[in-house]
């Protein structure tokens, strides 16, 4: 990537926690940012790497906590664009991955800022791989479907088709479904898919946190409860989470 131009905003995937699994695009524009606009999961080393000079704007969304609304980041970034910076706007993961990267492009784009995109390294992919979990397998699954768990199944708002997803014989990777993970486990039940499919959760991936714990569909809502699991954390549902790669 060539560098960053003042005016401009840049949008930096950081990847899913460990500061060394940023792309060398993704560092070389952090160094070269005047301001950095980031998020609760970014990880916060990768801070030190810009310049001392350069302002540094937390924006983090803590779950049912305090936040920072969406329509108040991206006027942040439109003014500091307008005003000649060099923009950073760093998240964690991929900033496309329910990183609502899309809505601060269209708005910045709208009014007249260039955007580019450097994409990262998403836990959706890294967590699992990191715990020693391939989200595809020969003989075992040939896709995967990442969805978010943030709204329990029955929720009006919900979007996503368990019962479909039970029957699509594939590995499921759910982020940001701790809260409701013993809803959408009954829903992938109701929908067909045997109590004895082999599961996992990945909490805290790519930190000196991380941790696995496996077990069955029926058993892992119970088993993370038990364990004291906390977010972000990561579940994956198929028969590739019980594979023994050691």
């Known amino acids: 990537m060539a560098d960053v131009l003042p005016g401009t905003v840049v949008l930096v995937g950081g990847g899913p926690g460990d500061p060394d699994l940023i792309t060398v695009a993704g560092l070389r524009a952090i160094r070269q940012a005047e301001v950095i606009v980031h998020d609760r999961l970014a990880p916060a080393a990768l801070l030190d790497e810009a310049p001392a000079a350069a302002e540094r704007i937390a924006v983090g969304k803590?779950?049912?906590?305090?936040?920072?609304?969406?329509?108040?980041?991206?006027a942040l970034l439109?003014?500091?664009?307008?005003?000649?910076?060099?923009?950073?706007?760093?998240?964690g993961g991929d900033s496309f991955l329910f990183g609502r990267?899309?809505?601060?492009?269209?708005?910045?784009?709208?009014?007249g800022i260039p955007v580019h995109v450097i994409p990262g390294v998403t836990s959706a992919l890294a967590a699992p791989g990191l715990a020693g979990i391939p989200v595809t397998h020969r003989g075992l699954s040939q896709g995967v479907t990442v969805v978010s768990g943030h709204v329990p199944p029955a929720d009006p708002r919900s979007g996503v088709d368990w019962g479909a997803l039970a029957a699509s014989r594939t590995t499921l990777v759910v982020l940001m479904g701790v809260k409701y993970l013993p809803e959408i486990v009954a829903a992938l039940q109701a929908g067909g898919l045997p109590a004895g499919t082999a599961a996992a959760i990945v909490e805290a991936a790519a930190s000196p946190r991380m941790r696995v714990?496996?077990?069955?569909l029926g058993e892992i809502a119970a088993a993370g409860a038990d364990a004291g699991v906390a977010p972000p954390a990561i579940t994956v549902i198929g028969e590739v989470a019980g594979l023994d790669l050691g």
């Open 78 to 91: 439109v003014d500091r664009a307008r005003a000649g910076k060099r923009v950073v706007r760093l998240k």
């Open 101 to 111: 990267g899309g809505e601060e492009m269209l708005c910045c784009t709208a009014a």
């Open 62 to 74: 803590i779950p049912r906590g305090p936040q920072t609304s969406q329509g108040d980041i991206n």
């Open 213 to 216: 714990l496996r077990a069955t």
